[in-house]
């Protein structure tokens, strides 16, 4: 109960602060490039269409189940899940889903710092004029001496780091509620900017079919279970993000109004980007298919061939810093609460702990690109194999974990408790979907992203 108290009193006073954090935790670079190439891959509306239908019946589910554990626990993930497990009377084994999201978060943090810093090396590269009239080659080349420099790659991640400890250190009201209330809508802003200006300069029309033009055909197996995981990773689910920020939500709020606001939020971010990167894309006969080489080599290359593109690129990479940052927040909250809850220590202590370690976990990505790319780990380089344990094995397993403890061990009456404001209509619904269709779902997710890897192994 005096956790319970505490956590109110510093929590926040109104939803918008939880919306907009929370939306910060879910906009990443996925919501930049992914959910359009999976778009355009899969059948255009079809595939949004069908990213939606698992949004809701299978990703927002879990993620009101883990908002809800947040705000019963008043903790950290790893106390909470205790504290929750004892008063459903089931095995203290439970705070392992805590565990994993704590841990999980600092590793996708240790790589995702890596790539945030190209970010913020490319807001100066494209401000110096460097990609103006450059080729494809040249591009290229950039890209990969940046990767080639650990180093100046060191440099650029310790600055991202940087960035978010301040954020977290200030603490929740102080620090991620004025840094989501401030860069949420600045993204915002900058997106419509981005976007309006790839529909004068390049070519709209065909961005436009690429995105929404329905082709069913192309709706099959594989384009269902693309959208069903994406639909799961792009809202941060597993990474103890959602838990931690559950335990600040305020009194007399709607917990899945909060969550569907943010989901709506996430997905026009989703759209936003989209519209703004494929104009110049097929405006200049590029793939759209290209990963994270879209990002940092066609990217630079389409806006260095663009009048003011010079500008607008770095416009563009300070759109992508700003997202990476809210998401970096997210992702280092949990671990910095349980370390500072834990051991009592001075809550900016605590975040300085967790981006040295960090900090040393991200030397494993860095030098995965130049000094360790003669590394293989099961078939896959340093930061790939980073990628695929977190990605694929911890997020997955952790947010079934969820599904099942708050679907089925815990008491409906102690759910009711927490969502009082829902009527009982949306809270039945809620629970059958948890149960039947969204614990369901995630294991398909993790088994379907499984399955190359043990094919693979078995053949071997």
Not at 23 to 30: N, P, R
Not at 74 to 100: H, K, Y
Not at 117 to 140: D, I, N, P, T
Not at 160 to 186: C, D, N, T, Y
Request: charged share 10%.
């Amino acid at each position: 109960m005096n956790n319970h108290y505490k956590s109110r009193r510093r929590g926040w006073r109104r939803s918008w602060s939880f919306v907009a954090a929370t939306t910060g935790a879910t906009i990443g670079l996925g919501n930049l490039w992914k959910f359009s190439y999976l778009a355009g891959e899969n059948g255009g509306a079809a595939f949004v269409l069908a990213y939606l239908i698992c949004i809701v019946v299978v990703a927002m589910p879990v993620m009101i189940a883990e908002v809800v554990l947040g705000s019963r626990g008043r903790s950290n993930p790893v106390s909470t899940m205790q504290d929750v497990s004892l008063e459903a009377g089931a095995s203290s084994s439970w705070q392992l889903i805590g565990w994993l999201g704590c841990i999980a978060g600092l590793l996708v943090l240790s790589y995702y710092s890596v790539i945030a810093g190209w970010s913020f090396a490319y807001v100066g590269k494209l401000l110096g004029g460097e990609f103006v009239a450059a080729s494809a080659q040249l591009s290229g080349d950039m890209f990969n001496n940046l990767l080639a420099a650990p180093a100046l790659l060191m440099q650029w991640q310790a600055f991202f780091l940087l960035s978010i400890l301040l954020v977290v250190a200030l603490g929740v009201r102080k620090g991620i509620s004025v840094a989501a209330r401030l860069l949420i809508p600045l993204l915002l802003v900058m997106l419509i900017a981005l976007a309006i200006y790839s529909s004068q300069v390049g070519d709209f029309k065909a961005a436009a079919e690429f995105l929404f033009q329905p082709d069913f055909s192309a709706l099959n197996q594989q384009a269902l279970l693309d959208a069903l995981g994406h639909a799961f990773f792009t809202l941060s689910i597993g990474v103890g993000a959602m838990m931690a920020y559950g335990a600040y939500v305020p009194d007399q709020r709607s917990i899945t109004g909060m969550v569907s606001t943010v989901v709506l939020m996430d997905t026009l971010v989703s759209v936003l980007a989209g519209l703004a990167i494929f104009p110049l894309v097929f405006s200049l006969n590029m793939a759209p298919a290209m990963g994270p080489g879209l990002m940092f080599v066609a990217m630079p290359y389409g806006f260095g061939n663009m009048i003011y593109g010079n500008y607008f690129g770095a416009l563009f990479f300070v759109m992508v810093s700003l997202a990476a940052i809210t998401s970096g927040v997210a992702l280092l909250e949990p671990a910095t609460v349980w370390l500072a809850q834990q051991f009592r220590w001075w809550r900016p202590v605590a975040a300085v702990v967790m981006v040295l370690v960090v900090w040393l976990l991200g030397l494993a990505t860095i030098f995965s690109f130049n000094i360790w790319q003669d590394i293989d780990l099961f078939g896959m380089s340093v930061f790939s194999f980073l990628d695929f344990v977190t990605a694929n094995l911890m997020l997955p397993v952790g947010g079934f974990m969820t599904a099942i403890f708050v679907g089925w061990v815990m008491r409906k009456e102690v759910l009711r408790d927490e969502l009082y404001v829902e009527s009982r209509q949306i809270f039945s619904l809620w629970h059958w979907l948890l149960r039947y269709i969204a614990a369901p779902g995630v294991l398909v997710v993790f088994l379907w992203s499984l399955s190359p890897w043990l094919k693979n192994l078995f053949i071997e």
